[in-house]
């Protein structure tokens, strides 16, 4: 069954980082487009980061511009989030996903996405 599984998710205090990974399994991640979105309370799904197919291309949101950073390892059919100088505001359920259409910027949630992961708690409080 092809599925994504998210991992390392928890509670930091703001300031600190975090690493998550998602892991993909019964389909390649190397013909795919992938990316994370996160749920805060009471909020809509956003996209925070992307990465296309190639590498080549990154993508982040305004809010987490500069101290984020996506990447992938396609020989082992993972993609990461390093997650630096949190702020509480970066509290929220995180979802990884993928994507087989062409993208030039994020894309938002919608029916198009090819895989969701289950999703993982990040929360960032003193």
């Known amino acids: 069954q092809a599925r994504l599984v998210e991992s390392g998710g928890g509670s930091v205090q703001p300031g600190g980082s975090l690493r998550l990974s998602c892991a993909a399994s019964g389909f390649s991640l190397d013909s795919y487009n992938i990316g994370w979105f996160r749920q805060a309370p009471g909020k809509g799904r956003e996209a925070v980061s992307w990465?296309?197919?190639?590498?080549?291309?990154?993508y982040y949101s305004d809010a987490v511009q500069g101290r984020f950073s996506i990447s992938r390892d396609d020989t082992r059919n993972l993609f990461y989030l390093q997650m630096n100088s949190l702020k509480p505001e970066d509290t929220g359920v995180y979802y990884c996903a993928a994507l087989t259409l062409a993208i030039a910027s994020m894309p938002t949630p919608g029916p198009y996405i090819n895989y969701w992961g289950q999703g993982t708690q990040v929360t960032v409080s003193s």
């Open positions: 990465i296309d197919r190639s590498a080549h291309n990154t």
